[in-house]
């Protein structure tokens, strides 16, 4: 009462009228937030799911737990600690029971994609892309109009381009092989995947192994914007247009941004020079997978330039750094695991001494046929999948029953494959460690049956057959020729995870295989 009194005197009717509602404001939103606390705790569907204490009633935990790049790592000590459910935020569980993934990733399971994904979106055509769409009706239609191109009989169809962007790879790979030089191995996986991307969609290569650099700054804009979309999409909606805009004030944020619309312009701009190509009667006589999209713009209504140019903007955005991720993963794993690269090795010798591998090339066919390379190849992708977080859905009508709880309908949930992957129930008590062998036994369809590195369900990757292809050819390509050895292999390589969980420090002594030098 005193303090009134003081107040009164000090101001004037109208700014003590002005003070008295802010603070009438300010009491208000305390009592809300407390409100929601106490709500959240001990009266939320989710209240006595274990977890964060600051992740039961804000979504700032998982933010902040995104912001190291090591997410893959802080769920799984989650999951250690509090068992299978872990709340991740107020309305959202992730989940690590191996029995989750069918009800979940089912094709016909009705959960649908949250609102966590929108921020990928390129913008381009009204009708949205295949991985960020999100009424499934909608996503089911479009993906009728290009699921023909993306097949694996299709992408086999362009083998020979593959084979060429083999053939620039390896030729480097001689070069240092010869002056016994040391190369980031990393960097030119990357290299390799771009251009291959290049050869398929737009008929020619980037020219990043051939230059030796980062063509069109493509990597350098992925690098740059995928830590603001990550952490832009586990925001809530309202304040995504907040980040963008007060982004703006920081330099990171700013780069980000630029890095979109470098990449969405990438995808304009290869479209426009095909249109051109067309318009002047200049293309070439191969076909490419834009080449194909045209052919669909002529017979399907609705699939147009925009479209297009969505498709070139995805290949871009993740046809390289998902085939990459995975590739660095099987080499950097074998190399770490001399054992196990030398079964491999023997094996692709073994089908070559028996004229079951072509000389100049090997086809995806024939190393289809080699087990161990296909299991090198799984356990690569299981012991690090190419994106490390987790992939968020939406609790059908009905509700759902999961891992003996009962989430309502409109509630989250979440499965990571880098948490999912380590399960020792599924793939032994040896999860965690790099063993191609699993793969060659009777539990390799069970395990196959809780694989996530390529999604799951409807939203399966819709480019996983051009990944297939590119690393179950390059590998063994590579290892029939070279030698290739961690320059120190007591050292790990570094990992950043802002949904693509790429790898870097991968440095490679490379030498010539023994009588190899002349293939």
């Not at 569907?45 to 039961?56: D, E, K, N, R, V």
């Not at 609705?302 to 998902?322: K, L, M, R, W, Y």
């Not at 969980?501 to 010539?512: L, M, W």
Request: with cysteine; glycine share 6%; charged share 20%.
């Amino acid at each position: 009462m005193a303090f009134t009194t003081a107040l009164c005197a000090l101001l004037s009717h109208e700014q003590y009228q002005s003070f008295t509602l802010l603070y009438y404001i300010v009491a208000a939103l305390v009592l809300y937030e407390v409100g929601w606390i106490f709500h959240c705790r001990f009266f939320h569907p989710f209240s006595t799911i274990p977890g964060p204490f600051l992740a039961s009633f804000s979504r700032l935990w998982i933010g902040a737990s995104l912001a190291g790049g090591r997410a893959e790592h802080t769920q799984r000590d989650l999951h250690a600690r509090y068992g299978h459910l872990v709340r991740i935020a107020p309305n959202e569980v992730a989940i690590s029971d191996p029995s989750a993934v069918k009800i979940i990733y089912n094709i016909k399971s009705g959960f649908t994609k949250t609102d966590f994904y929108p921020p990928f979106a390129p913008n381009i055509s009204p009708h949205g892309d295949h991985f960020t769409q999100l009424d499934e009706a909608k996503h089911a239609e479009r993906r009728k109009f290009v699921n023909s191109v993306y097949s694996m009989s299709t992408i086999l169809e362009s083998e020979q381009y593959i084979d060429a962007c083999s053939d620039v790879f390896l030729e480097k790979m001689a070069h240092f092989a010869k002056t016994r030089s040391h190369i980031d191995m990393g960097e030119w996986i990357q290299w390799y995947t771009f251009d291959v991307i290049g050869e398929l969609f737009f008929g020619q290569q980037f020219g990043f192994m051939r230059d030796e650099h980062d063509y069109g700054h493509y990597i350098e804009s992925l690098d740059t914007l995928l830590p603001g979309i990550a952490l832009s999409c586990v925001l809530p909606s309202y304040l995504r247009p907040f980040h963008s805009t007060l982004g703006l004030l920081f330099p990171a944020i700013r780069k980000s941004i630029s890095g979109f619309d470098e990449i969405r312009a990438a995808g304009r701009h290869w479209t426009n020079v095909r249109q051109n190509q067309m318009n002047a009667g200049t293309v070439t006589g191969r076909v490419d997978l834009l080449d194909k999209f045209f052919k669909i713009k002529e017979s399907k209504e609705g699939f147009s330039i925009p479209e297009i140019q969505n498709e070139a903007c995805v290949a871009i955005f993740a046809g390289s750094d998902t085939t990459a991720i995975a590739i660095r993963s099987i080499l950097y794993h074998l190399m770490k695991n001399m054992t196990c690269m030398e079964k491999l090795v023997a094996e692709i010798d073994e089908f070559d001494s028996r004229g079951k591998l072509g000389r100049t090339h090997i086809t995806y066919t024939e190393a289809m046929k080699m087990p161990y390379l296909v299991a090198c190849c799984k356990e690569g992708m299981r012991l690090h999948p190419s994106v490390g977080l987790g992939m968020p859905r939406n609790v059908p009508p009905g509700g759902a029953t999961i891992a003996g709880h009962y989430f309502p309908e409109g509630s989250r949930v979440s499965m990571n494959a880098a948490v999912v992957h380590y399960d020792q129930s599924v793939f032994g008590d040896d999860a965690a460690q790099f063993n191609p062998d699993r793969w060659i036994s009777d539990a390799a369809s069970v395990m196959e049956r809780h694989l996530l590195h390529f999604g799951g369900g409807a939203r399966t990757c819709i480019g996983k057959n051009i990944s297939l292809a590119e690393m179950h050819k390059l590998i063994p390509q590579l290892l029939r020729r070279f030698s290739i050895q961690l320059v120190d292999p007591s050292k790990e390589w570094k990992t950043d995870n802002f949904w693509f969980n790429k790898q870097t420090n991968i440095h490679v002594r490379i030498d010539y295989r023994k009588g190899r030098s002349e293939m």
